[in-house]
């Protein structure tokens, strides 16, 4: 018997949520072929089989929180496998069967040579204990309050599924007496207002990113100052270049590799922007690791450029274009995530005017920009245009930036803009 385990996830990270199991009971599986996702504080994890078998039990359910370690799938090896487990379940339990209606599937777990231990899969109910439910079916039905045996399946053998409790729910309560609960685990809280409400469990992931977000406002002292940038000049030079850049890429010109070039040159110039609070110590970071919030299915997720001073615009397009679909994919790594100096985040492509971007700790600092909208601008006295303007907002934490090098920082953000071919000078 092949035990499958709960891997290592990171230095931080003791423990997951079941996501959602890839291989099912009976199935068989090559070595190295994922068989269960893990979901994790940061990032989702394909925890693959280190040989070749035949998957006999799945030891934990979709939504399980399990430990790093932890047992949560057994394979009987070779190709073969389960087939002649079930033999010889069958040759030693047929009398107690023939008597039983509707026997639950049988497993055994060899223990020694000689004792064998009888194991019923954890999806199906014994005769006379309710109806066959996955664990994630159970767990759905326990939180919404319904009787499982109310639930109606297409399912071969009668197993009732996390879509049959789902499509249960959507339909109109049938007009009946009403019947006592059976003990649910947490019973339902209706709306005192008796109106329609629909109650989600936060991923783990979304639980950690607010948990995170309401630490760094506790301890720290954070401050939002703000710009404005005339986005004329980087405009006009996209127009000029993007044509022989995309060729020369294979990737599109954007604002965010110039915003990303211009913060590694204002970082260099107040270096305590790029650097953390250890107790009583502040860590200066001699390199510039940008990190890009990009919009994930399951929240925002903050992958890491590294090296941005090292890079050209061209190299940091690519970096941020695989980022943001590996983030969308669900298929960034913890590598991707971990050590970044230095945040910038776009709130301009859902169309936010102006924002105040809370930190992305143990970082000090966040660059938040936001859409581009023309406004009249005062040239001189007399003169008045319609420029293509952004707000930029900086965050900072009071405790290390102090509010001259914050300002600083952002109007050098705005000058570095504004005439986009000081970048060429930076070092």
């Known amino acids: 018997m092949i035990e499958i385990k709960v891997p290592e996830l990171a230095e931080s990270i003791t423990e997951g949520t079941v996501a959602s199991w890839l291989k099912q009971p009976g199935d068989h599986v090559e070595k190295g072929d994922a068989i269960v996702e893990l979901e994790t504080d940061k990032v989702n994890i394909e925890v693959p089989a280190d040989e070749s078998g035949t998957l006999d039990e799945q030891l934990a359910g979709e939504g399980d929180t399990v430990q790093v370690g932890q047992v949560i799938a057994r394979l009987s090896s070779g190709s073969g496998g389960g087939t002649a487990v079930a033999t010889k379940t069958k040759t030693k339990t047929e009398t107690a069967t023939e008597a039983a209606p509707a026997p639950a599937e049988t497993k055994v777990e060899t223990v020694g040579e000689a004792k064998k231990v009888e194991r019923r899969e954890e999806h199906v109910a014994s005769p006379g204990k309710g109806p066959i439910a996955t664990p994630a079916a159970r767990k759905l ?3 919404k309050g319904i009787d499982l045996s109310a639930v109606q399946t297409n399912d071969p053998i009668g197993r009732i599924n996390v879509h049959d409790v789902t499509n249960h729910e959507s339909k109109p309560a049938p007009t009946q007496a009403p019947q006592t609960p059976k003990a649910p685990a947490a019973a339902p809280q209706p709306a005192a207002s008796g109106k329609d409400e629909e109650r989600i469990k936060m991923t783990r992931r979304r ?180 420029r293509p303007m952004m707000y930029v907002a900086l965050s900072y934490d009071h405790r290390i930036v102090d509010g001259r090098e914050a300002v600083t920082f952002l109007k050098h953000i705005k000058d570095m803009i504004e005439d986009p071919e000081q970048l060429l000078f930076e070092a």
């Open 141 to 143: 039905a326990r939180e």
């Open 207 to 386: 639980q950690t990113i607010a948990s995170r977000l309401v630490e760094v406002q506790q301890t720290a002292a954070m401050l939002t100052t703000f710009n404005e940038i005339d986005m004329s000049a980087v405009m006009a030079l996209r127009k000029r270049r993007q044509e022989k850049f995309v060729k020369d890429n294979d990737v599109k010109l954007g604002f965010m590799s110039f915003f990303t070039k211009a913060a590694v040159a204002a970082l260099k110039r107040m270096p305590y922007l790029n650097a953390e609070i250890q107790g009583n110590e502040i860590v200066l970071k001699k390199y510039y690791d940008i990190g890009i919030a990009v919009s994930a299915p399951d929240g925002l997720v903050v992958p890491v450029v590294r090296e941005a001073d090292r890079k050209n615009f061209g190299e940091i397009e690519k970096d941020i274009l695989h980022l943001a679909d590996k983030a969308r994919n669900n298929k960034l790594g913890l590598s991707d995530l971990t050590g970044g100096t230095f945040t910038i985040t776009n709130g301009g492509v859902f169309g936010s005017l102006l924002s105040t971007p809370i930190l992305n700790g143990p970082q000090v600092a966040i660059l938040g920009m936001h859409s581009i909208q023309l406004r009249p601008i005062a040239i001189d006295a007399e003169t008045m245009e319609n």
